[in-house]
């Protein structure tokens, strides 16, 4: 009888591990947004329409500039990033933009606003290496 009832408890030991090496799941990785992004801004003035968005992080801080050619590269200031949701602005040729938007599945999607009006900015990581 005791032998019966030590083997059964053996049983559901193993069972027991066996599930639960099942349901175990990975730690997800915290996505960073830390890289070169392509971004494109359709409607706006002809030489501003692409370019690239650098995202650096200074400690707790994240610093961003628009490479808009190989000439002109604009620093963000007031950036702000929490929770996948990035904002900044930029002077180009001394007006301000707003850029606000988020970032997921490898793409940030935004809104660009300055004088002329509201924009949609869509920017794509680029490959590393």
Same mark, same amino acid.
């Given at each position: 009888?005791?032998?019966? *009832?030590?083997?059964? !408890?053996?049983?559901?030991? =193993?069972? +027991?591990? #066996?599930?639960?090496? @099942?349901?175990?799941?990975?730690?997800?990785?915290?996505?960073?947004?830390?890289?070169?992004?392509?971004?494109?801004?359709?409607?706006?003035?002809?030489?501003?329409?692409?370019?690239?968005?650098? *995202?650096?992080?200074? !400690?707790?801080?994240?610093? =961003?500039? +628009?490479? #808009?050619?190989?000439? @002109?590269?604009?620093?963000?200031?007031?950036?702000?990033?929490?929770?996948?949701?990035?904002?900044?602005?930029?002077?180009?040729?001394?007006?301000?933009?707003?850029?606000?938007?988020?970032?997921?599945?490898?793409?940030?999607?935004?809104?660009?606003?300055?004088?002329?009006?509201?924009?949609?900015?869509?920017?794509?990581?680029?490959?590393?290496?």
């Amino acid at each position: 009888m005791e032998g019966k *009832i030590i083997f059964r !408890g053996l049983i559901f030991v =193993v069972l +027991l591990i #066996l599930v639960s090496s @099942f349901t175990f799941n990975m730690p997800v990785k915290k996505f960073s947004p830390v890289g070169s992004w392509e971004y494109s801004v359709p409607g706006v003035q002809l030489g501003y329409e692409s370019g690239t968005m650098i *995202i650096t992080e200074d !400690g707790k801080d994240y610093k =961003v500039s +628009l490479q #808009l050619n190989e000439y @002109f590269k604009a620093e963000a200031e007031n950036v702000i990033y929490k929770r996948k949701n990035l904002s900044f602005s930029v002077y180009v040729e001394s007006e301000e933009i707003f850029i606000s938007g988020s970032f997921e599945a490898g793409k940030f999607s935004a809104k660009l606003s300055y004088s002329e009006g509201d924009f949609d900015l869509i920017a794509v990581r680029k490959p590393v290496g």
